[in-house]
Nanobody
Framework: QVQLVESGGGSVQAGGSLRLSCAAS????????MGWFRQAPGQEREGVAA???????TYADSVKGRFTISRDNAKNTLTLHMNSLKPEDTAMYYC????????????????WGQGTQVTVSS
């Protein structure tokens, strides 16, 4: 069983930065993607950034140039650096993992963390 635990959320003013971290325990056999998703109240969960085991990345258009995803396969950790934050980035952010060779942003991931809240004030 794979468990994912997020940390690093918080409250910042617009233009600020935050770093989210995700620690994975357990084992996924084969190549797997890890990604960050977010869900604001009353809205559907959306993909923010994903990274394949080989390093390929995918970003939502809304965060390109502002967010950077990275992962350490040896340590089973995933990080999301968020810069130039905007009020519309406010949401619960989730770490997820799925066995696949790509880096999809669709929310059809097998494993999910409990989420960490990010609040950006104007």
């Amino acid at each position: 069983q794979v468990q994912l635990v997020e940390s690093g959320g918080g409250s910042v003013q617009a233009g600020g930065s935050l770093r989210l971290s995700c620690a994975a325990s357990g084992r996924i056999y084969g190549p797997y993607s890890m990604g960050w998703f977010r869900q604001a109240p009353g809205q559907e969960r959306e993909g923010v950034a994903a990274m394949a085991g080989g390093g390929d990345t995918t970003y939502a258009d809304s965060v390109k140039g502002r967010f950077t995803i990275s992962r350490d396969n040896a340590k089973n950790t995933l990080t999301l650096h968020m810069n130039s934050l905007k009020p519309e980035d406010t949401a619960m952010y989730y770490c997820a993992a799925v066995r696949t060779a790509g880096a999809p942003l669709s929310p059809a991931y097998a494993y999910w963390g409990q989420g960490t809240q990010v609040t950006v004030s104007s």
